[in-house]
């Protein structure tokens, strides 16, 4: 820290308890009372520099004892007025940083000009000021800082706004253009050119490049009211929105612990909630600074961390901020919820109703919020979609994000038995369907909700379980659906009839592809002639084929299998319901056309066989017999009747 000495004198002062004495050999014949302190000094020093003692010594009634005045409002107390003898007697002094604030409001008050002596405190005071400390980013910080005991003299005496000018000049210069004098900031003395130096000589060694975010620790150390002030004149210099943003998130953590609890601890944690106030906040004046750093926040996305969001509102729900606070809080974080992980959204209820252990309500806000501003930016419109498969695009990935993030969250909240229907519900269906590509998450938290929750009557499951699109499962989902004794049958239905479709569609494909690759392959090899590279590729494209239609066959014959077997069970049903069970039963699936097209398929199959002749030769006697016209196409449908 800079400073300069003032004075040439020797110390003359002692200290008795709460009396000061100025020991020159000659008697005091004045006493000067600052608060508690007494000094006990001569006339002549004093009147000689400032006019307000002088007119206060004129007009004491004149006594054979001590002059006694009182100055109770001299900015900066009995310490300051210590100096301020001390100059008037010519003793040796320093003018810093820390005291030239003081020093020159007091001069004011006291009228130290230079019609009462030359090279008085005033001129020294504001030469020093303008000379050495706003040219140093360290020395106009800390000048700023003693303004808080001193303000409305500061105010008046322009100190403060000079102050954040100069900080908010350095703030937005580049450091690693200029290495003096603004990155002199408590590290080595550097020359003009940047480099080191050590006893006034150039050590040629450069600095560390410093980054945009190297002034965010100094400038937290001041008061809210000065940081406000210093933030908007940094905004009307232009400083980037993000740099002023980070600066935003590094005060605020320094002053509320709880953004902190899990990345400091003991000491660390306490010098950081500490910071200018000198001891910790108290939660009406963490609840204040909140509420102004979330007004202070531009309302753009990305400027600040998603978790860093997260962070502010769980404080603001703990300190039970304004509505309006936590109304804008949501906003942003909705904003970029796709930034945002699955252990930012798990917040716990604070309320004291303690319906539910995560707050629900509060994220599906957040969800709404997102969706308003998807759907105003036009950013997210629905894709096609062709074959169950969502044709995306890059502004699709966003929403993507966050119905993934959404499914994983209704996994975590669904363990939770006093997660309503409605609310998990409502939960699950604000995400469009066109968002998520596979529901297989969604299918996992209503598969958690359904164990859960077992007291849920048949309608209610179906209900929840409409929210799954069955076509969008994958294999594994789908096998796992099948075997889920807690989906309702219809949905078991579903998953097979689809399942088994999606099979035979590959299926039907793979064979196109393979007529093609043949008739592609002869038409190269009539033409242009094959050789052996080639010969070789078409081998291999082949073989692959052959191993992927005998992995698709396995799995027909095996949902062919597992048909049969429910077919069996629903025909002991039905025996025991009535012969037209089935019939119901189909009807009511909507699945009759189906199973009537998958057993003419099989009746096909099956007539090749000799076991399928014979049965079609018994259909053509009884045909005989009755006496009823019927074309090829008929013997197809009854003879797959007679094989079901």
């Known amino acids: 820290m800079a400073c300069v000495k003032l004075g040439s004198k020797a110390d003359a002062f002692q200290r008795q308890g709460q009396a000061w ?40 009634p004149e006594s054979e004892e001590e002059c006694a005045i009182s100055l109770g409002d001299i900015p900066g107390g009995a310490k300051t007025f210590e100096l301020v003898a001390k100059f008037c007697y010519g003793v040796k002094l320093e003018l810093t940083a820390s005291n030239v604030v003081y020093l020159w409001c007091a001069a004011e008050r006291l009228e130290m000009t230079e019609e009462y002596g030359e090279g008085n405190l005033i001129s020294q005071a504001e030469t020093f000021f303008n000379q050495v400390v706003l040219r140093s980013w360290k020395d106009s910080l800390r000048a700023l800082e003693t303004c808080n005991d001193v303000l409305a003299h500061a105010e008046e005496l322009h100190i403060v706004k000079r102050c954040i000018e100069s900080l908010a000049a350095k703030a937005s210069t580049d450091p690693n253009l200029f290495g003096w004098p603004v990155l002199e900031r408590g590290g080595p003395l550097q020359s003009p050119g940047g480099s080191v130096l050590w006893n006034g000589i150039s050590t040629g060694a450069r600095p560390k490049n410093s980054s945009a975010d190297w002034w965010y620790e100094d400038v937290s150390n001041l008061s809210l009211p000065l940081y406000k002030r210093l933030v908007a004149v940094m905004e009307s210099r232009g400083i980037r929105q993000e740099i002023i ?34 001891s910790p906040l108290s939660e009406d004046d963490q609840k204040i600074l909140l509420e102004e750093i979330d007004g202070l926040l531009p309302m753009q996305k990305g400027l600040v961390q998603t978790k860093f969001l997260f962070g502010l509102l769980r404080t603001a729900m703990i300190l039970r901020v304004s509505p309006s606070c936590i109304s804008n809080l949501e906003k942003r974080i909705g904003m970029q919820l796709d930034q945002a992980t699955l252990e930012d959204l798990l917040m716990p209820n604070f309320s004291y109703s303690m319906e539910t252990l995560y707050n629900v309500d509060c994220v599906q806000r957040i969800l709404d919020h997102f969706l308003a501003m998807d759907q105003a930016t036009g950013c997210a419109s629905p894709c096609s979609i062709d074959d169950g498969q969502l044709i995306g695009s890059p502004s699709l990935t966003p929403i993507t994000m966050v119905a993934k993030l959404i499914d ?167 025996r025991s319901k009535g012969s037209s069970a089935w019939g119901t039963v189909s009807k009511k699936l909507g699945f009759k056309m189906k199973s009537q097209m998958c057993s003419a398929q ?17 259909l053509k006697e009884r045909h005989v017999k009755h006496k009823k016209s019927s074309s090829i196409s008929d013997k197809a449908s009854v003879s797959s009747i007679v094989h079901s």
């Not at 004045?30 to 206060?56: D, N, T, W, Y």
């Not at 291999?540 to 069996?568: F, Y």
């Not at 099989?602 to 018994?618: R, T």
Request: aromatic residues 6%; contains cysteine.
């Open 21 to 60: 004495f100025c020991t020159t050999g000659l008697p005091s014949d004045i006493v000067v009372e600052v608060g508690e302190m007494s000094f006990h000094l001569h006339k002549f020093p004093l009147l000689s520099r400032s006019g307000v003692l002088e007119r206060m010594i004129a007009e004491a």
């Open 245 to 278: 943003a980070g600066s935003l998130a590094f005060y605020a953590k320094t002053y509320l612990p709880m953004l902190n609890r899990r990345q400091v601890s003991g000491e660390s944690s306490t010098r950081l909630t500490q910071g200018a106030m000198g």
């Open 408 to 574: 994983g969250y209704l996994a975590e909240v669904a363990p939770d038995i006093n997660l309503k229907l409605p609310k998990f519900q409502a939960l699950a269906a604000a995400v469009p369907e066109y968002a998520r590509p596979l529901d297989d998450g969604l299918y996992r938290a209503l598969d958690i909700y359904l164990k859960s929750h077992p007291w849920l009557v048949e309608s209610e499951r179906e209900q929840l379980c409409r929210l799954m699109d069955c076509q969008k499962l994958s294999l594994e989902a789908c096998t796992h659906a099948a075997q889920n004794e807690r989906l309702p049958i219809r949905i078991i239905f579903q998953v097979l009839f689809f399942e088994q479709l999606q099979l035979r569609t590959s299926i039907a494909g793979c064979f196109l592809v393979s007529d093609n690759l043949d008739g592609s392959r002869q038409l190269r090899s009539g033409l242009v002639g094959s050789t052996d590279g080639g010969w070789a590729s078409a081998v291999k494209e082949n073989q692959v084929l052959k191993v992927g239609m005998d992995n698709m066959r396995m799995r027909v014959s095996e949902l062919e299998k597992e048909c049969s077997n429910m077919r069996q069970e629903i025909e002991k049903l039905g």
């Open 602 to 618: 099989e009746g096909s199959v099956s007539n090749q066989n000799n076991n399928g002749n014979s049965k079609v030769e018994k």
